[in-house]
């Protein structure tokens, strides 16, 4: 890191009062992996690097080392190191005289391990910038605030944007002014559809900073949660009869020369112009490869049903919120796409990441959208279905050529090594339904 970068961090902390500072690292499903360092001792790891478990990124669901990802037994399981963005420096307000900084990992100085999910969205952020253009994002996530003994949700019904059930708890009230404090410049606030599920937007942001405030968010929610006596999951599916969680990814290219919207353009045909078209047709034409990174386990395809306000097709259209990919406010200048297909598991570097890889090259490709549906496009059979699995979608990256040199082949292997052995772990389990079903008749 320049010097000049942590001599402004190292002042930005003594300005706040630390007296510790997190150095956090996003693993690949988007949980903070963190080390607490005095903040006496941040300078000299700003500078030279904060040593850490370089196998970090293979780890499954379960904390199981992974063999096969290139960052385990093939580098003799060492080090890696972190090097902290000092623009991503925060306090951490739930906690005193503490702060976070979110931080890049390094095999050693200049050599970066390639696979982390910062450096693959990194990545994929350059070539945008390369077409002259910034990214725009902003993530919308649904969440269960659960009993942590039972399990169970805290009210039953499905009322939702009720206003009892919105500030159902105290708890609720103090989240919000918390996370503002932490710098999630919140939106709106209200339950969802199925009892004890929330979702809190907030605004959106430009390229790296828009990724790491969601990372932000869905890290701080669960942990103030937990210091609160409740369980807060953003697991797609907990349960047969809940709602799914989702992560609706809105996206939007930023022209760098002018800074306005390159989406829009006065006059353009049905609203869109080519870019949105050939953007959005990227997301179709890829959308099963990317399926694997926006909904990376087996319980994400239990969401994707047709009739739940989520999509089961590859489909696109304006205002159409059973499609894939959502135009929202066509024509307009503030046009841009949903794409409504992620969960709300998903690893927010990765998801946006994922999105944008697809978009670009739909440019590349230059192809226009297909005729969209005239009704809901759930309900149109011309539409394929999306990956009905982890399995699919894991296949259909694999032989997405395009999608895998976007997102980089470090990144896919270690993925797709971890993927699998979780799947592996999945199949081997026996549930209860398989009890239940088979025990007796048997």
């Excluded at 903040?39 to 669901?61: C, H, P, Q, W």
């Excluded at 000092?86 to 696979?115: F, M, N, Q």
């Excluded at 992560?247 to 020369?257: E, G, T």
């Excluded at 797709?416 to 772990?425: G, N």
């Amino acid at each position: 890191m320049a010097g000049d970068g942590v001599k402004e961090m190292m002042a930005a902390l003594k300005k706040m009062g630390a007296r510790y500072v997190r150095f956090e690292l996003p693993d690949l499903h988007g949980t903070s992996r963190t080390k607490v360092i005095p903040v006496g001792k941040a300078e000299s790891y700003a500078r030279k690097g904060l040593n850490f478990y370089g196998g970090t990124i293979g780890l499954d669901t379960a904390s199981n080392v992974i063999g096969g990802t290139g960052v385990n037994e093939e580098v003799s399981y060492r080090d890696q190191m972190l090097f902290p963005d000092p623009d991503t420096l925060r306090v951490v307000p739930w906690l005193e005289d503490t702060a976070k900084v979110i931080c890049d990992a390094y095999w050693e100085p200049g050599v970066p391990v390639g696979g982390t999910p910062r450096t693959v969205l990194a990545s994929v952020l350059k070539k945008a910038d390369k077409l002259g253009y910034d990214v725009m994002m902003g993530h919308e996530f649904e969440f269960y605030l659960l009993d942590p003994e039972t399990r169970q949700p805290l009210f039953g019904g499905t009322h939702i944007f009720n206003a009892v059930r919105n500030q159902y708890v105290p708890f609720l009230d103090v989240l919000l002014d918390v996370l503002e404090e932490a710098g999630i410049d919140i939106i709106t606030h209200n339950c969802e559809y199925s009892p004890s599920q929330f979702e809190i937007n907030f605004g959106p942001g430009i390229g790296l900073a828009g990724a790491d405030k969601a990372f932000t968010f869905k890290n701080a929610v669960k942990e103030l949660a937990h210091r609160s006596g409740y369980l807060a999951t953003f697991m797609t599916k907990p349960a047969s009869d809940m709602a799914g969680c989702g992560c609706h990814v809105h996206v939007s290219l930023i022209d760098r020369k002018t800074g306005k919207n390159a989406f829009y353009t006065k006059g353009a045909k049905g609203g869109m112009n080519p870019l949105i078209r050939r953007f959005s047709n990227g997301l179709l034409t890829h959308a099963k490869a990317m399926q694997a990174v926006i909904n990376p386990t087996p319980n994400c395809y239990h969401r994707l049903k047709p009739h739940t306000f989520a999509p089961s097709n590859i489909s696109w259209g304006v205002e159409d919120r059973t499609a894939m990919v959502r135009i929202k406010d066509a024509g307009q200048d503030n046009c841009h796409i949903e794409m409504r297909a992620a969960s709300g598991l998903s690893n927010p570097y990765l998801s946006i990441a994922g999105v944008v890889a697809a978009g670009l090259l739909g440019l590349e490709e230059k192809s226009d959208l297909p005729t969209p549906s005239e009704g809901p496009s759930e309900e149109d059979p011309k539409h394929e279905k999306l990956a009905g699995s982890l399995e699919e979608s894991l296949a259909a990256l694999k032989k997405d050529k395009a999608m895998r040199e976007m997102l980089g082949e470090d990144f896919v292997k270690v993925f797709t090594a971890v993927k699998e052995a979780e799947l592996a772990r999945f199949r081997s389990h026996v549930t209860d339904w398989e009890r239940n079903e088979y025990l007796e008749l048997y």
